[in-house]
């Protein structure tokens, strides 16, 4: 009688059982390696009107996820924010982002690109809500972008004055209008527009809260000398700027120039007079405490919400040019 061959039923279990353990691992590996999340936040301001055909679109804020700050973007983290509401609102939203550290990128024409590091982390939820540092309140959880850069070099300075000046008076139907010098959105390059870029005149990308900690944007520094293009006789009115001042007490700026190429007429052109010797300014809570050729310091007797960091505009230099040229007036 034949003998019939079995097979070994417990060596074979043993097998499936490590067969299945393998597999089991690897495909919980893999499923960690590849885990994704949804990305959300909120961003301000967007136009909120189509003054002529693809206006909104050229006026639009895009948001992007960077391995480095002057890395590309893949176009799957590349996306544009959608209007919310008719006060300037915008979210935007990315899908399957893989676990990781990002650059937070966002653009919109005429203003100066905020950027942020941000961790994809595969903790919590599998929505992560993104959200500026609580160190500038002033945001109130939503990204808000700073007018005035009009040339895009993340810094509002002379550049952008002239490239406004070139096409003032232009509107949306004009060929030569440009976006990124309508900061109001309002369809028009006028005088509203060089109202708003003098309020962040001087300011830079790395000014942001959250943008201290982004590789490449700690070079451009907290103040930013203001660079002017001058011709001899001719009048400039140059705004000094302060960002994120908690309080006045005790401080004092100081702004220097090039005597050889501008001579001071006021220090103070939102006043009534012209104040260029010691003393106090009436009515705008600013000392002149020294002044000499090519500097000047300043003291501020202005208030500030407690816990609210305040930036702005605090006074308006004239100058008159003695040379035509490029000169600087800086602020420390």
């Not at 490590?18 to 301000?44: E, M, R």
């Not at 990781?100 to 809500?129: A, F, H, Q, W």
């Not at 600013?286 to 501020?300: D, H, N, P, R, Y």
């Amino acid at each position: 009688m034949a003998r019939t061959r079995t097979r070994p039923v417990g060596i074979a279990l043993i097998l499936a059982i490590l067969l299945g353990s393998v597999f089991l691992s690897y495909t919980k590996t893999a499923g960690s390696a590849n885990a994704s999340k949804t990305v959300h936040g909120y961003v301000w301001p967007m136009v909120t009107q189509e003054w002529a055909a693809g206006f909104m679109e050229g006026h639009a804020i895009v948001v992007e996820l960077r391995e480095t700050i002057n890395t590309p973007a893949l176009e799957e983290l590349t996306t544009t924010a959608a209007l919310l509401d008719n006060d300037g609102n915008g979210e935007f939203t990315f899908e399957d982002v893989q676990i990781g550290d990002y650059v937070l990128v966002i653009k919109r024409p005429g203003y100066l690109t905020r950027c942020m590091n941000v961790t994809v982390s595969d903790s919590g939820s599998g929505i992560i809500e993104l959200a500026p540092p609580n160190t500038d309140i002033t945001d109130e959880g939503i990204f808000k972008l700073w007018w005035g850069d009009c040339d895009g070099n993340l810094v509002v300075d002379g550049d952008d004055s002239v490239m406004m000046t070139e096409l003032w008076n232009t509107n949306a139907n004009n060929p030569n209008y440009d976006p990124s010098c309508d900061l109001d959105g309002n369809g028009r390059i006028d005088n509203s527009d060089a109202l708003l870029l003098m309020m962040h005149y001087g300011y830079s990308a790395a000014q942001y809260a959250g943008a201290e900690d982004v590789d490449a944007l700690s070079d451009l520094g907290t103040y930013i000398p203001i660079k002017l293009t001058v011709s001899q006789d001719e009048e400039y009115l140059v705004p000094i700027s302060v960002r994120n001042i908690s309080t006045f007490t005790g401080k004092t700026i100081t702004v220097t120039y090039n005597p050889a190429m501008l001579q001071l007429k006021n220090t103070a052109e939102h006043a009534y007079g012209a104040y260029t010797a010691v003393g106090a300014i009436p009515d705008t809570g600013v000392t002149i405490k020294e002044i000499t050729q090519g500097s000047v310091k300043l003291a501020f007797d202005m208030a500030v919400p407690q816990g609210k960091p305040w930036s702005g505009v605090i006074t308006v230099f004239r100058f008159q040019a003695l040379d035509t040229g490029i000169t600087t007036v800086s602020v420390e």
